[in-house]
C-alpha cells in the first residue's frame, strides 16, 4: 500500500482505493468484529476515536466498505449442503449473457456466479438442504436459465476455509 496523495483516496485510474497502513489496519479489525465500537476500534489501531471515524466514513463513501452484515450459520439454517456447477451456455453474446444474469441472480439457492474463462462460462456456489434438495434446484431452476446447454456439478464434502472478504 502507497500513502495517499490525493484528497478523494482514489490514485489507481481503475479506481482502485488508496489505502494507507492505518486503513487497512482499520478493514482487518472490521471484517473481525463489525460490531465493534468506535472507541475500541480506535485503541486497536492506535489513533483517537474522531480521526478512526472520518476515516471509516471515508473507507464507506469510497465505496470500499460496501456495507455491514451478520455472519450466519448455514449449518444452523440447515442448508448445509454445497455444490459448484459448471455452467456451459449456448449463447455468449451479450444478451444472452445478461439474460442469464438477471435470472440466476432472482435464484436465492444460488448463493454465487462467477462467469469464468475455461471449458464453461459460469461457475455457481449452490446452497441447499441435501442431495436431493440441490437436485431439485438443478432440474427446476438452474437447468432452466436462460441459454444454458450444460452443466457439471461437484459436491463439496467438507468447508475448510471461507472467508466472507479478505483483506
Given at each position: ?83 459448484f456447477v459448471e455452467v456451459r451456455m449456448m449463447d455468449t453474446r451479450e444478451p444472452a449473457l445478461q439474460a442469464f444474469n ?66
Amino acid at each position: 500500500m502507497v500513502e495517499k496523495t490525493k484528497d478523494d483516496g482514489i490514485d489507481d485510474p481503475n479506481g482502485m482505493a488508496d489505502l494507507d497502513k492505518i486503513d487497512v489496519s482499520i478493514l482487518k479489525v472490521l471484517a473481525a468484529d463489525a460490531r465493534i465500537s468506535m472507541t475500541q476500534l480506535a485503541e486497536e489501531v492506535g489513533l483517537s476515536k474522531t480521526p478512526v471515524l472520518a476515516r471509516v466514513r471515508r473507507l464507506e463513501q469510497l465505496g470500499v466498505i460496501t456495507g455491514y452484515r451478520a455472519m450466519i450459520s448455514p449449518v444452523r439454517l440447515g442448508v448445509a449442503h454445497i455444490a459448484f456447477v459448471e455452467v456451459r451456455m449456448m449463447d455468449t453474446r451479450e444478451p444472452a449473457l445478461q439474460a442469464f444474469n438477471q435470472a440466476v441472480s432472482r435464484i436465492p439457492e444460488v448463493e454465487e456466479c462467477h462467469m469464468i474463462a475455461g471449458g464453461y462460462d459460469y461457475l455457481l456456489k449452490v446452497r441447499t438442504r441435501d442431495i436431493a434438495d440441490y437436485r431439485r434446484v438443478l432440474g427446476e431452476k438452474i437447468s432452466s436459465l436462460p441459454h444454458v446447454s450444460a452443466t457439471s456439478t461437484f459436491v463439496a464434502m467438507e468447508t475448510v476455509k471461507e472467508v466472507a472478504q479478505p483483506i
